[in-house]
């Protein structure tokens, strides 16, 4: 018979079984990005490892786009290469949650051998499917120990910057969009959790703080703005008070606030005076879309043209150092002429700082699709590259007129602590999508740069949509 001691001592020196590895490709916007986090986050505290290549994964998870046409590509791409070279894939994300033409799934429609599908915002629904695939270890001893995780839970982003989502899906129809039918209505985060992880960030070492959403200034609509606590404290669900308590919050740490995806609703102006003290940056993300009313109207949007134009003269009335960024879309279906005149109009008369546009493209699902008057493809190009080069015109003027000022900079690359010069952002530059500052090396020997902190710059020049700053 075995001597259960000596059985014992064998066991006890067997080697320590691997971690489960898990793949990860994360597409879309920065929304999708704070899903990709929150699964990334319980992987690890349940005990898995990320694996860098398909090759070295157990299995693969696909984080998908599904807004437009290219998007839904590119997707559809990266899960197919995923099952080529791994053959074990998991798709979530808002692609997950479209149907093709006769009602079915649309990913597995088209890939048939992944192993599950999720829709947008579905952390558990992907654990499952993780568990049902790739069991995790089994400890008995570390089993029995709560999971502890940090409120940041894992970024996908550089250190110094970090997304806070506060809500999740949209109210709104617009009719060139599917995001309601994929990411559903408004849901409304606790403000007590929306606070707890943006201290959690900030502890953390972020710097810059991106507020986002599908629509930020609707935070609170559908739970009617009630009282929730923080601190002990009572505080109002609502964008006001919450960006009130971040900027207390990031003062604290001396990191910035910045706000995007904020509609144009009469309560933003109370906003403007936080912006004018400096409390949170004189940013703000607004998309616009268009501007001639019948278009509005037709788009299903929830503001009019005339009174944006109101809007933002009244902001910079209150916040002359307010830089606007927007988005808009070209050659919307039944677009006329004037009503294409009229939107380059408002852009001259506008003067917003950082500018986006889209060629209207014809999501599947999207009910404009069926409105009288498709442009042809060729047109709704042709009308997007001209408003870019209106807006073009615009923006290079504005940062003409900050050539000999001087701006704080957040470094976001320094090589050789900056000796050599570096890049950094401004608060009129949000990450990825706007312009940056390419810091010129320093004068002095002793100044050093480093990146995710603060640096006073003289602005020298301009580069296209770039400024070029003295570190001084």
Known sequence: MNNPQSSLSVNNTSPTPKAPQVGFVSLGCPKALTDSEL?????????????????GADLVIVNTCGFIDAAVKESLD?????????????VTGCLGAKQDGVGKNLVQSIHPKVLAVTGPHATQEVMDAVHTHLPRLHDPYLDL????????GIKLTPKHFAYLKISEGCNHRCTFCIIPSMRGDLVSRPIGDVLVEARALFESGVKELLVISQDTSAYGVDIKY????????????????????????????????RLHYVYPYPSVDELIPLMATGRVLPYLDVPFQHSHPAVLKRMKRPADGEKNIERIRAWREVCPQIVIRSTFIAGFPGETQEEFQH???????????RVGCFAYSPVEGASANALPGMLDASERD??????????EAISVKKLEKRVGTTMQVLVDSAPAMGRKGGVG??????????????????????KTLKVGEFTRVQIVATQGHDLVGLPI
């Open 78 to 90: 990266t899960i197919g290469e995923a099952l080529a070279e791994n053959g074990k894939v998991i």
């Open 343 to 353: 939107l380059l109009d408002f852009l001259e008369e506008a003067q917003l700082d």
């Open 425 to 446: 952002r401004s608060y009129a530059d949000a990450p990825e999508i706007d312009g940056v500052v390419h810091l010129l090396a320093p004068q002095k020997i002793s």
């Open 226 to 257: 009630r009282t929730g606590f923080w601190d002990g404290k009572p505080i109002r669900s609502r964008t006001l008070e919450l960006t009130q308590a971040l900027a207390e919050l990031a003062d604290q740490y001396s990191a910035w606030v």
């Open 39 to 55: 699964i990334l986050t319980q992987l690890s505290a349940e005990g898995y490892q990320t694996s860098k290549s398909y090759a």
């Open 145 to 152: 120990v709560p999971q502890m995780v940090s409120a940041a």
């Open 382 to 391: 042709a009308r997007r590259e001209r408003f870019m080069q209106v807006a």
